[in-house]
Structure formats: C-alpha cells, structure tokens
C-alpha cells in the first residue's frame, strides 16, 4: 500500500505534467496580489499609450508560453483576457494573430 508521501508525491508530478499546479499558483499570486492591493489608493487612469504597452506585454508573455505570468498580469492591471485584438492590431499595424 502506498504511504501518504507517495501519494502526494504521484498527485504533484501528475498535477505538474498537466500544467495545472502552475496554474493554480498563478492563481493563488493573482489572489494575493488583489488582497494585498490597497483599495483606498487610487489607480492612476490608464492612458492609451499605457494600455498599448500593457497589451504588448501580455500578447509577448502568452506568445512565449508565460501564461502564469499572463494570468498574473491580467490579475493585476485588470485586463480582459478577450480584448478587441482587431483595433489594437490595427493601431499597432501588426497581424491580430502570430501563429508559432
């Protein structure tokens, strides 16, 4: 019969080989970051140019695989993850999709 550390063991590796252990620390940062974040100070508005930049990001963070990292900024900053990519591609002249 297997011990209790073997079992989580197995649960980890099993977990981790289906990218979901990842996820959910992502998501517990994401949820520790907002706990965290101090409600009574407000956010500086976000200037286009600002959300441009913050759109480059996530679209370079998802297209090298950084979905944690994705997912923490769009967590943070508040970000859809479905945003209009058609008029961000054309206001940045780039495709709307990168294909690998």
Known sequence: MAT???LKAVL???????G???HLKARI???????LDDE????????HENFLINELIRE??????YKYTASVLIAEEHL???QARGSNA?????SPTVKR
């Open 80 to 82: 859809r993850q479905e």
């Open 60 to 65: 370079y963070l998802e297209f090298n695989k």
């Open 29 to 35: 940062r994401a949820e520790v970051f907002n706990a």
């Open 20 to 22: 979901v252990l990842g």
């Open 40 to 47: 009574s100070e407000p956010r500086p508005s976000l200037s």
């Open 90 to 94: 054309e206001n940045l002249h780039t």
């Open 4 to 6: 209790v550390a073997e």
């Open 12 to 18: 980890k590796d099993t977990l981790e080989k289906r």
